[in-house]
Structure formats: structure tokens, C-alpha cells
Nanobody, 113 residues
Framework: QVQLVESGGGSVRAGESLTLSCQAS????????MEWYRQAPGKQRELIAS???????TYADSVKGRFTISRDNRRKTVSLRMNDLKPEDTAVYLC???????WGRGTQVTVSS
């Protein structure tokens, strides 16, 4: 059974950092573009970062310069380093395998001012 399992969420204060991780299993990971989305209460799900199989990174304007996506094909993980967190970054963060359209269940990030 295909799995994407996120971890690393938590509650932090504005200006602090967190690193999220997504562990993939049961599908061919190496060439699969991987994405991080987030969904805040009452808002639409937002694509914030993606990384291709060739390690090309893209970011939403809202996180550019603060967040960094990376992948480790040997470990089948994709990570999201989040610096200088703001209260508006509060959301559930979800990992997504783009071509296979697999989703993780998400991890909560809460940023207080």
C-alpha cells in the first residue's frame, strides 16, 4: 500500500524554524515530482513548494526566501525547511506525489505571534 507520512510539525513562535519530512513508500520515488501543500482553516489548499526528480525547485511567493524543499532519493524522503515562520504560516502541511496523485494525511504547524 502506497504511503506518504509527514512528520515534524508543531507549535512555534514567530521567527522560529521547523523542518517537515515526508517518508514515501511503495512507489518509484526517484523521478516523481514531489510537492508540499498547506491548508489553513477556511482556506483553499495552497501549493507552496515542489521539487522535480532532477531537483528543480519552485516556490510560492508567500514562502520564497524562507522555505527550502529538498529530497533524498536513497531514503525516499522529501523535506521542507521553514525559516522565519509567521502566524500566517499556520496550517496543515501535506505531502503530495504529483504524477501518482498520492497524498499524505498532513502535519499541523501552528505559529504564534
Amino acid at each position: 500500500q502506497v504511503q506518504l507520512v509527514e512528520s515534524g510539525g508543531g507549535s512555534v513562535r514567530a521567527g522560529e524554524s521547523l523542518t517537515l519530512s515526508c517518508q514515501a513508500s511503495k512507489f518509484y520515488f526517484d523521478s516523481e515530482p514531489m510537492e508540499w501543500y498547506r491548508q489553513a482553516p477556511g482556506k483553499q489548499r495552497e501549493l507552496i513548494a515542489s521539487i522535480s526528480g532532477g531537483n528543480v525547485e519552485t516556490y510560492a511567493d508567500s514562502v520564497k526566501g524562507r522555505f527550502t524543499i529538498s529530497r533524498d532519493n536513497r531514503r525516499k524522503t522529501v523535506s521542507l525547511r521553514m525559516n522565519d515562520l509567521k502566524p500566517e504560516d499556520t496550517a496543515v502541511y501535506l505531502c503530495h506525489a504529483m504524477y501518482f496523485n498520492y497524498w499524505g494525511r498532513g502535519t499541523q504547524v501552528t505559529v504564534s505571534s
